[in-house]
């Protein structure tokens, strides 16, 4: 694509939480958001900062429910929910799949009947009208990609799997505050920044042009493998864990260049296992075998990228962030997470139709991705 | 007595131009404040730790819930000042800092030329008596000015000490959070401590200590907001608005709306307007 929007409203500073959202509900005149986050965020000291910051006379709503993908049935539920409770806005708040469950449940909200009509594949994106209501996403350490982005994937009720896309999506406002993450632990914080530095490798190789993405996906990166240690090493260090946010950030802003062959891995072993597997986890494993694979399809970019990762001529790139990664502790083949054979050639067949495999720099098909899948099995 | 000459509300908040004789208690809100000398008596401003002497050469800038009080400091008769109350999206919108987005740099602005001008300008609007469409573009550049020279040379705070400053104890969000319920009722700090399991003396230290101001004054903070909310953007009559935000007669509501804004409810929605 050649048209470059960066992107929607996006607060990023210290302790910006409370006051962001005060102030965003407030211009807004809002008064009624129905907020959307797990159990694991509500029950935990962060949802009492949520709730601060709400504004005076305001009365919330909350919705845990939250599927493991978005779901048609969930976002129907939700619909529900925001009309019952005459609510004006959707809070999401956590990870990415609270943020893509409320991008679905925005089109529930604003269109009634299936939405089957409005994913990708149905030419659905058009057919999404302009009375979505507004969404503000907060993620924690992870959701930047679901935060930023046009995209929601969803099951629809017949159990098919489908994928929303349309700029309207987007969140109108996006909150991002470092000290949200102080206190997350090493696992967690491991698989966010696998996450970010799959989002900003592979947006960066992708082969679509879009120069500024390039620049942000690059920064990003450094930004992550510099910083990311710190943070494991649990220094205590603010300064580490907001550039590590950061770079979650870049690389959720540069995926609108498109992504690679290891996004569609992932999505498509999330989709075939149904078991709530996690992306930064599958990144992370699946990332090296993607490089290895793409080796001799961007030497340029690759030649970029040994050099952010500090790798000789002679290094391997795809070895020399395999190595960056197993310092990491998250699981390094795919059969550590419980998934066999059966899964991959399944996942293969996912794959070879996600939309990022059509900007990975190398054309990839079924046969290519159960190779690469079996590689880091 | 203390009254109002002019208040204008914005986007980006109000200004308020004054005439000041009595001293207003120890107080702190959302909005960040600039309050310049226009003239008459000077007046001695305690922003928090540090005390500013407002003249034609000093102004002073208090950030969000940042607690101040002000006097007249001397016997020149009532102080004339220029008041400005900028919402914290103005900050979130044009601070550069990630560590501070919400504060200015230093309590004392120097009255430099360029601002001198801008207080002339803006002092000149609110005695035209009637809403502008350039108020809006006046408070912003006004702010832009003060700001810029407010962390011109300061030094940066650790980042561990920022970090300290932002991460309040979830006790003190939850009682945050009730407060924010249940304002307009009869709030005891007793009970606010209860629900935040903490007893009375450790949770008031807590809370001073996270937030800068005790919970009675916070709890002032968020209903004087509301009663210019209500003073506004409704035909509410001041009576109503007072029983509506817990007080028992109109007389009380004055009583506490003058001494947290400086004049009565009733001159406040006289002289107000809206850009």
Redesign the interface.
């Known amino acids: 694509m050649t048209l470059i929007t960066y992107l929607t409203r996006v607060h990023f500073a210290d302790g910006v939480l409370e006051e962001a959202l005060w102030s965003e509900l407030e211009s807004g005149r809002k008064k009624r958001p129905l907020i959307l986050s797990d159990d694991a965020h509500m029950k935990a000291d962060l949802a009492e900062r949520l709730l601060s910051g709400l504004p005076t006379r305001t009365k919330p709503h909350i919705y845990s429910s939250i599927p493991n993908i978005p779901t048609e049935v969930c976002a129907r539920d939700i619909a529900a929910r925001y009309a019952e409770h005459k609510c004006d806005v959707l809070l999401a708040f956590g990870t990415s799949r609270t943020i893509d469950t409320a991008k679905v449940a925005r089109v529930a909200i604003a269109h009634a009947g299936s939405l089957a009509g409005f994913t990708h594949s149905q030419g659905g994106s058009g057919r999404i009208g302009s009375g979505l209501p507004d969404l503000y996403a907060i993620p924690g350490i992870s959701g930047f990609g679901a935060a930023v982005s046009a995209y929601a994937p969803l099951v629809l009720q017949s159990g098919e799997r489908g994928l929303l896309m349309c700029r309207k999506l987007i969140p109108n406002v996006t909150i991002c505050d470092p000290t949200l993450t102080i206190g997350a632990g090493a696992r967690q914080t491991a698989s966010a920044g696998a996450d970010a530095i799959a989002h900003c490798i592979e947006a960066y190789l992708s082969k679509s042009y879009n120069p500024p993405a390039e620049g942000i996906a690059l920064d990003g990166l450094r930004r992550a493998i510099a910083n990311l240690p710190l943070v494991m090493a649990d220094k205590g260090d603010i300064y580490a864990r907001r550039e590590m946010m950061a770079a979650g950030l870049n690389g959720a802003l540069a995926l609108q260049k498109g992504l690679g062959a290891s996004h569609a891995i992932s999505n498509a072993l999330e989709a075939v296992s149904n078991a709530g597997l996690n992306q930064g986890d599958l990144k992370r494993i699946a990332l090296p075998g993607v490089l290895h694979f793409n080796r001799e399809a961007a030497p340029e970019k690759f030649d970029a990228l040994q050099g952010v990762f500090r790798l000789g001529k002679s290094d391997v790139l795809s070895d020399g962030v395999n190595r960056y990664f197993d310092s990491l502790p998250l699981p390094r083949t795919l059969s550590e997470l419980g998934l066999d054979i059966e899964h991959l050639k399944a996942a293969a067949a996912v794959a070879s139709s996600d939309l990022a495999s059509e900007t990975n720099p190398r054309i990839v098909g079924e046969t290519d991705y159960l190779a690469i899948m079996r590689s880091v099995h | 007595m203390s009254g109002a000459i002019s208040v204008h509300h914005g986007a980006f908040g109000r200004a308020a131009l004054y005439e000041l004789d009595k001293p207003i208690i120890t107080h702190a809100h959302?909005e960040a404040h600039l309050i310049f000398y226009v003239d008459g008596g000077k007046a001695i401003m305690q922003i928090g730790d540090e005390a500013v002497l407002a003249d034609s050469n000093v102004a002073g800038a208090v950030s969000?819930w940042q607690p101040h009080s002000f006097d007249v400091a001397d016997a020149g008769g009532p102080c004339m000042c220029l008041v400005l109350y900028i919402?914290?999206?103005w900050f979130?919108e044009n601070?550069q800092?990630?560590?501070h987005?919400?504060s200015f740099g230093a309590s004392k602005i120097n009255m430099t030329k360029p601002i001198s001008e801008w207080v002339f300008r803006l002092t000149s609007l609110l005695l035209e008596q009637e809403g502008s469409e350039l108020f809006d573009g006046f408070l912003y550049e006004m702010t832009r000015l003060c700001y810029d020279q407010s962390w011109r040379g300061q030094p940066h705070v650790g980042?561990?000490e920022?970090?300290r400053?932002?991460?309040?104890d979830?006790r003190v969000?939850?009682s945050?959070?009730l407060m924010?319920e249940s304002?307009a009722d009869d709030v005891e700090i007793e009970w606010l401590a209860k629900e935040s399991g903490l007893s009375r003396p450790h949770f008031f230290k807590l809370f001073k200590k996270q937030m800068g101001i005790t919970p009675n004054l916070y709890l002032n903070t968020?209903r004087a907001?509301?009663a210019i909310d209500d003073l506004m953007m409704t035909n509410k009559t001041v009576t109503d608005i007072g029983y509506d935000l817990g007080f028992s007669s109109q007389a009380s509501f004055t009583r506490f709306f003058t001494s947290n804004v400086g004049i009565p409810p009733s001159d406040y929605r006289r002289v107000a307007h809206i850009a």
Not at chain 2, 165 to 168: A, E, G, H, L, R
């Open positions: 959302r969000p919402k914290p999206i979130l601070s800092s990630v560590e987005a919400l980042f561990m920022s970090a400053s932002k991460y309040v979830f969000r939850r945050i959070r924010k304002f968020l907001e509301q």
